[in-house]
């Protein structure tokens, strides 16, 4: 069978290995595939990024950096979570 796309997340497209899906005898797994809306990092250099908590924000779209425009939105939204060091997720409870 072709690989399923499945739309579970926006920010990459997902894909089911046929191995799983043989293994586990019908559709359960995917994994991630291609990036969807671009990729975004966030590197932490306290005195490079000092203005923005540290942090420099990227993002980038099939493989190319995106505008400026859309790296001065990143800051703001972020130190929603300053408390946590600007970071939302947590790997761990
Ligand atoms: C409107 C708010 C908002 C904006 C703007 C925003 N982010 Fe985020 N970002 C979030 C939220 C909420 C999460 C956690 C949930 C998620 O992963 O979708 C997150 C997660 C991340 C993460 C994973 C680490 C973490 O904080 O959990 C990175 C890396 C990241 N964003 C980078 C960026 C970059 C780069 C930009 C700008 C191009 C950006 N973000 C703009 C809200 C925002």
New binding site residues.
């Given amino acids: 069978m072709s690989s399923k796309k499945g739309s579970r997340s926006s920010r990459w497209s997902s894909e089911r290995p046929k191995e799983s899906e043989k293994a586990f005898g019908r559709l359960q797994s995917f994994v991630a595939g291609p990036p969807k809306n671009g990729v975004?990092?966030?590197v932490k250099d306290s005195r490079k990024y000092a203005a923005a908590g540290g942090w420099g924000?990227?993002?980038f779209d099939d493989g190319k950096p995106?505008s400026e425009a859309?790296?001065n939105?990143?800051f703001?939204?972020?130190a929603t979570?300053k408390a946590r060091d600007?970071?939302?997720?947590r790997y761990a409870p």
Avoid: D, E
């Fill in positions: 975004q990092f966030m924000f990227a993002q995106a859309v790296h939105t990143c703001s939204c972020h979570v600007f970071v939302f997720n």
